[in-house]
């Protein structure tokens, strides 16, 4: 049996647009970003799942919201704190612009790109990655029990490594890639 898997960024939010690192902060979309939430709906429009999963994170709920809306076939929304956006610690709420001023240029690079070193207390990419691919695992199973298609409001840098995952790429291209804000990624896979 095959099943399908949509997997989609939340919209612009207030941080976002402001160049800040948003991390697990609690930041809501922006008009933009509604408007990219209602893009993504419109493409998914003709596609059916029948479950959903969403983090805790506002942005992540309010753009499944407008997704929902035309999908009655959709019985299930769980929440999953695995696919979350990365935590970014002490740099969480700050400007960019800031952390390069305060550590450099370099420093920020790293912190913001790297997939093994952490920022001061915050988790890696390698660390994003770890959760990410443990949600996957049950993910599958859970497809394949239930017997479903399902749709994914998630994050960023949670979408890394869903999309190293499903698209067979390596560390270097995974770090590289930008996730829309107003698409989807469809996987099919075999169960």
Known sequence: MQYKIYIFRHGETYYNRSGRFTGDIDSHLTPKGRLQAKTIAKKLKKVHFEIAFQTKLARSKETLKYVLKDHPECKKIIKDNRMIERDYGLLKGKYHSTV???YGKEKYNLWHRSYDTRPPNGESLKD???RVNSFIKDLLKLMKKEKVNVAISAHGNSMRPFRRYFEKFGVKKM?????????YFEYTVHL
């Open 128 to 130: 994003v990655e770890k």
């Open 175 to 183: 770090m590289e890639i930008e996730n829309p804000w107003d698409d």
């Open 100 to 102: 390069i001023r305060e």
